[in-house]
Each structure stands twice: as C-alpha cells, then as structure tokens.
C-alpha cells in the first residue's frame, strides 16, 4: 500500500469538511481548501467548535486551511469534494493533476457522476478513483470506492485500507450511474415521490413504513430534506440522463419545492418544517 500521511481536500462545503474531520481524528494532516476562502474560514470556524475538547485537540493539530491548489503538492492522498457538476470537477481535477507529486492518489466524492469521464481529466487515470463518504462523514460507516475504467487496482486497495484505517466499512462498486448507495435511494425516494404526487399515501405514512416496517432510520422524505431537495433533484437528474428510467425523473413536486427555495432542513422547510 502507497503509505498515505497528508491529505488534501479541495472543497470546504459540508462533505468536505466532513471528511476533514474523519481524517483529523485518525491522525492525518488534512490540507483544507475552497475556491471561496470565506468557506474555508467558515469551515475551519465550525471544526475548531467541536464540543469534545479532544476532538478539538486533534482538529487543531492537524487541519490546516490554504488557499490555492499549488498548495497540494505534497499530499499522499487528494479527495475532491467540490459541487456535483461534471465540467466544475473536470476543471478542478486537471488544477490537481498540474501540482500532484507521482505516485499521489487522487479521489473524488462524487455521488453519481462518472468516475471514468472525470478520469480522462488526470494524465494518469490509473491513480484515480471514487472515494464516495456518506453525510454526515463522521458517523455514516461506509464508503464506495469506485473503480473508473482505468482505475489501477492498487489504487482501490490502497483507498480501501484508508477506509478501514478510519473504521470505515469499503464496498467497491462499478462506474455505472449512481453507484450502489444512490442506485438504490433514489429509486426509493423516486417511487415514493409517485405515491404521493398519486394521493396513494401521505408522506407522514410513507416515511413511517419504512422507519417501522424496514427499519429504516429516517423515512425517505425525512432523508430528502436532510441531503437538500436541490441536491436531490441534481443527482436525480444526472440517475435519469444516465440510465433512461423514469424511475428517476424528479417529478413536479420535488422540482416545485426547489423552485420555491424550499430545500429541506438547510432552509429551515421541505417536505417538512424545521425550527
């Protein structure tokens, strides 16, 4: 395995915060950065309030927020977590690949968009891979680590032993759109968008079958307003132009609420209200 010491992550939004966190716990310099430095600054803010003064501790040891990507030149390990856009990613992954030492592994924490086409972006695709955390990072367990067509498989194990080196759980899965984890929740929130647009239930009532009868935590409209509508219609569309499958068309409820600016917990209302 590579030996990975020092970690950068481009993109200081929730998931890349997220995962500065995870990696900071577990002893690795983290390297922190944003194309808005107001978010870097913002996220820094957030990290340093941690209750738990050990986690404190740990995050002020070992995260340090930059401001440009040269700055990345001597991280082992690169996790892209930048907005889910392809030719934004494409864009940022070719800056990385300008400043990268050889040998540097190159991630991205796409949810659904293809590792293999972001690939194409790197001169050495083989070093490049998914590395998908689930919100919120510090708690979720698992990680898909995708393989793109030219992904080396030294590159999947050396993500994998990362993974469980932070007591993550790795699934491997295929370049194919949505992954696994996506694959299967939006054609859950999908189908349940339709019994409800339908009047074939509430969504009070679908959310409580699936807590009750599943087990699930959260019911799907529950897990909706907490990703963010806005994110749910984007990964949504993206399911849907890859695979043909109206299973995955958004639909004019959930496109309704993001057009009023109702995006779910982040904006205080969604399917439901927040305080």
């Not at 392809?86 to 940022?92: A, H, T």
């Not at 939006?186 to 339709?194: C, K």
């Amino acid at each position: 395995m590579n030996e990975i010491c020092t970690v950068g992550i481009l993109g200081a939004g929730t998931m890349g915060r997220g995962i500065a966190l995870v990696f900071a716990l577990h002893g690795y310099d983290v390297l922190l950065a944003d194309r808005d430095e107001g978010i870097t600054k913002s996220a820094i803010a957030a990290l340093h309030k941690r209750k738990d003064p050990e986690e404190r501790r740990l995050v002020e040891e070992h995260v340090r927020p930059v401001a440009v990507v040269d700055d990345f030149s001597g991280c082992d390990l690169i996790i892209e977590a930048v907005v889910e856009d392809m030719e934004v990613k494409k864009q940022v992954l070719a800056d990385l690949d300008r400043v990268c030492r050889n040998g540097a592994i190159i991630a991205t924490n796409t949810s659904a968009l293809s590792v293999s086409e972001l690939g194409r972006s790197l001169s050495d695709p083989a070093r490049f891979a998914g590395m998908h955390f689930m919100n919120p990072p510090r708690v979720m367990r698992l990680v898909e680590v995708v393989k793109g067509e030219q992904t080396a498989s030294d590159t999947v194990e050396t993500i994998c032993e990362v993974a469980r080196g932070l007591g993550k759980t790795p699934v491997v899965a295929a370049d194919t759109p949505g992954f696994i984890a996506n694959r299967l929740l939006f054609a859950l929130i999908g189908e349940s968008l339709r019994l409800l647009e339908r009047g074939s239930a509430a969504k009070e009532d679908i959310d409580t079958v699936m807590k009750l009868g599943m087990n699930h935590p959260m019911g799907p409209f529950e897990l909706a307003d907490f990703i963010g509508l806005d994110v749910c219609v984007l990964i949504m569309e993206q399911l849907h132009d890859g695979l043909g499958d109206d299973r995955f068309r958004p639909g004019p409820l959930l496109e309704s609420l993001v057009a009023e600016g109702k995006l779910g917990r982040k904006t205080g209302e969604g399917f439901y209200r927040y305080e």
